[in-house]
């Protein structure tokens, strides 16, 4: 794509480059989770999240360093080819999965790969009956189905009572993990950046930085903790702080337009007529108008704020280049996103905010919960499902945020995504058991049961009450 002579070769190579995160992103929680002990588990699913949101932090860091390079965009592009031949290289060395030479029938080599991750031979032995019964289950599973399709395989996963369930869980935090709007926040973090009034490009970007620093700083979090207070506690506590920090962000971006500096006749004029944007010409409520009202009237109005301060009327101009060059030559400010603002820099805090609550929770436990809801033999397919429904969930509100941001206001899109965090904390509170520290066959158990919060909580108390 860095050499890409059309922009059909970059579409090309994104789709190509979509397969294989798409794959990673399921493949790869599925390998840390079938060769690590039941005990530390958690921890090393959580380590895959603190790489990738540590790769964003580079990805970031990266693009500022290139931001005035010649050939800005190829740079950028060429150089995140680097570590993709680094992994490539360093897992040749990797081994395979036990489970999957187990079902190959390559036993012996299943046995040496958990010697090497089980210390103790008791342990071994344990693991080996288990992915036996698994595997003799598989087989005879796809024996009774006659057909080995995709297709049949979901079937038959549906049709299972203990599978179906984990797939409520899995899918319901996949799901709820994009609706909270984390993606719009890490790809389009610059623009909202800009949406709080930071007009600059570079410094959109470097505050960014910012917010994916903090993302990986708290899949560290997650990491220390995550086997400690259990994947459904800090779910719902991360789901909670999110609800708090988007309502505040929309209260926030609601005020920060409703003070928006007013557009000045005289301003607009400033630069000559034909620099005045058309729709502020036409309106004929212009003297009402103040930055927002200019900036969500048409895509070719921008706002340039007053040279002596930029909270003082501002001028209403067309989005070109020419008139762009001249507003800036004059040491202006030049606004297409966002508006002059005071509540900027608190807008800013309040995402980090929003970061720190969502990366030790939602960010990595959603990962760790697919990992290890469903039993073995549908282990592949049910996570695969998961990895689609998230994937499938990021391309719904990543497409629709921009679009989200001109019909309802940034306000209004962040209080969206506070209305689904809501529904997502519910639909967790109900259908997410925890699995902290379980087996493979106790999660299997608790779903055969049903999992039901409320009854749960009674019978605790009751063996308290007992035990008192």
Excluded at 63 to 85: E, S, Y
Excluded at 117 to 124: G, N, Q
Excluded at 266 to 286: I, K, L
Aim: glycine fraction near 10%.
């Amino acid at each position: 794509m860095a050499m890409a002579p059309t922009p059909w070769v970059i579409i090309i190579g994104r789709i190509f480059v979509g397969l294989g995160v798409g794959m990673a992103s399921m493949t790869a929680p599925l390998y840390i989770s079938e060769a690590s002990p039941a005990r530390i588990r958690g921890a090393l699913v959580s380590t895959n999240g603190l790489l990738i949101t540590g790769g964003q932090f580079l990805s970031y860091l990266i693009n500022l360093a290139f931001t005035k390079a010649p050939g800005t965009w190829r740079w950028m592009l060429g150089v995140a080819g680097v570590p993709a031949v680094v992994q490539f290289v360093l897992m040749l060395s990797l081994p395979e999965s036990p489970r999957w030479l187990y079902r190959k029938n390559k036993i012996d080599e299943a046995t040496a790969i958990l010697e090497r991750i089980y210390p103790s031979p008791d342990h071994v032995k344990e693991e080996l009956e288990a992915l036996r019964q698994s595997v003799e289950t598989e087989k005879a599973d796809e024996a009774s189905l006659g057909d080995g399709s995709i297709f049949m395989k979901v079937r038959n996963a549906w049709g299972n009572d203990v599978v179906r369930r984990g797939l409520y869980a899995g899918i319901t935090v996949q799901v709820a993990q994009q609706f909270v709007g984390i993606n719009t926040v890490m790809y389009y973090s610059p623009t909202i950046v800009q949406l709080a009034g930071f007009a600059s490009n570079k410094t959109a970007l470097a505050l960014s930085l910012i917010t994916s620093g903090l993302n990986a700083v708290g899949s560290i979090v997650s990491m220390l903790f995550v086997d400690r207070y259990g994947r459904r506690r800090m779910m719902l506590i991360s789901m909670i702080g999110i609800i708090v920090c988007l309502i505040v962000l929309s209260i926030m971006f609601f005020a920060a337009a409703a003070h928006a500096p007013t557009i000045s006749r005289y301003e607009s004029t400033h630069f000559g007529g034909n620099s005045t944007c058309s729709s502020y010409v036409a309106a004929p409520d212009a003297s009402s108008w103040n930055c927002m009202s200019c900036l969500k009237a048409s895509s070719d109005c921008a706002f340039c704020a007053n040279g002596d301060n930029k909270y003082h009327p501002g001028a209403c101009l067309s989005a070109t280049k020419e008139i762009k060059t001249a507003c800036k030559a004059q040491h202006r400010m030049w606004y297409t996103n966002g508006c002059p603002s005071k509540f900027g820099i608190l807008a800013v805090l309040l995402l980090g905010l929003y970061i720190i609550s969502y990366s030790p929770g939602m960010g990595t436990v959603p990962w760790i919960v697919n990992s290890e809801i469903y039993p073995l033999r549908y282990r592949g397919i049910g996570g695969g499902m998961a990895a689609v429904s998230n994937w499938c969930s990021n391309l719904v509100v990543s497409e629709s945020f921009l679009s989200l941001t001109e019909a309802l206001g940034s306000a209004g899109t962040f209080l969206l995504f506070a209305g689904f965090s809501f529904i997502g904390l519910i639909a967790i509170f109900w259908l997410v058991p925890e699995t902290k520290g379980l087996p493979i066959e106790e999660v299997e158990k608790m779903l055969e049961k049903g999992f039901n919060p409320i009854k749960k909580k009674k019978m605790k108390s009751s063996e308290n009450g007992g035990s008192a």
